[in-house]
DNA sequence: ACTCTTTCGATACGACCCGTAGCGTAACTG
DNA sequence: CAGTTACGCTACGGGTCGTATCGAAAGAGT
């Protein structure tokens, strides 16, 4: 989304250690600042560049801010731990130890307020963050139907994975960053079992 | 934590009616233009007053329009549906009715990006928004525990309290904030069977 | 009526930031 | 070496924040 391929055949290559910097830098400021304070300049300053050579990647600084903010969430994964329930509570904690970095909490809130009102920025939020994130209830989903855990699919299950996915989602994000309380062992271990009682009562209609 | 009333014996009066005009034009400009092109200049333009009124009122934009939103969520209520289900639906459609309004929405997910780096934003928007919340889930718990639809408490009520609450509203902002999709009548339903069913499977342990 | 106190409107101001433009230089290619 | 592109640097226009200043207005008390 910066850098072009086609029709780059000579002249001095763009450094990927700067980009690298220069995301580093504003993953450091977005902490320290927040979106509002977070400027162009203190980023270059950090990275050791030239603002110009900000603005030459980036359009912008949403832009700029969302790619910094992409690559943080990139590390969740769904390790098979055995069973439906440890499945959830793995990727619960996971999701929450992401949430309690102060840089990945500050830069989800800062990015999706910004997008309340920008149409197009939440289209690029939902497509590089929350779709990507919806893998991992879809996964959970097949293995637990693989293991007998929860009875196969009948019809479309787009409109269970995205319930399921609000709920967890939600409930994680509301209690660590609205509510401010702490996401431990126990907390995911009573969420888990009100919403597999909850799916196991749904089920059951 | 604008107008002094100790020490106030004389002097030209403020004006409640300006107070009135700056909020609303607060809340508009928040809704056309989010909070990072919202301008004092602007909202008092709006308001029909001086850009120094604003700042003998709010010490800075942020205290502004966190007043400004705070009115908004004065209007939730928890009327007795007649039933746990009824009820829970009832105030799962009116929060999502809220978030649904672009002030409420825009408001919301601005000021929480704003206290990320913020202590006392936070302190202010937790007791402000957060706790005042609370209450329709300990109205919507003791109904259900007088109808005989729950069982009463044994010991501190608090930590489930908390869960619900995180639950209910984090699914509901997740949906309508960051998924933006519909929080409608069939969505509430489906959420509330499977928060009841997980709260019925988690007495019964 | 007169004074005192406080608020109001209007204007100007310094500081900061965004995003752009221009220029000379560095890096890489054929 | 010539051509092309990225880079650092500087400067700029436009906008905003928050403050300062000053005269006028609106009440309260005597």
């Known amino acids: 989304m910066c850098a072009r391929e086609t029709g780059r055949r000579t002249g001095r290559p763009r450094s990927a250690e700067a980009d690298r910097a220069i995301l580093d830098a504003a993953r450091q400021a977005l902490v320290e600042l927040g979106w509002g304070r977070l400027s162009m300049g203190d980023v270059a300053a950090r990275a050791g560049v ?44 996971q999701f929450a130890a992401l949430l309690e970095q102060p840089a990945t909490r500050t ?39 693989e293991r007998g855990e929860i009875p196969p699919d009948d019809g479309d299950p787009t409109a269970q994975v995205d319930l399921i996915f609000d709920v967890i989602a939600g409930a994680v994000v509301h209690r660590a960053l609205v509510s401010c309380e702490p996401v431990d062992a126990d907390w995911a271990a009573r969420f888990t079992t009100v919403l597999l009682g909850g799916l196991a009562a749904a089920s059951a209609i």
């Open 50 to 93: 030239a603002k110009t050579t900000l603005y030459r990647r980036w359009a912008n600084k949403n832009e700029l801010v969302v790619d910094a903010v992409a690559a943080l969430f990139d590390e969740l994964e769904l390790p098979d731990r055995g069973s439906l329930r440890a499945d959830v509570e793995g990727v619960v904690l």
């Open 107 to 145: 830069a989800l809130m800062a990015v999706v307020a910004e997008a309340t009102h920008d149409e197009a920025l939440r289209r690029r939020i939902r497509a590089a963050i929350v779709d990507r994130q919806k893998r991992l209830v879809i996964e959970g989903r097949r293995r637990a139907q």
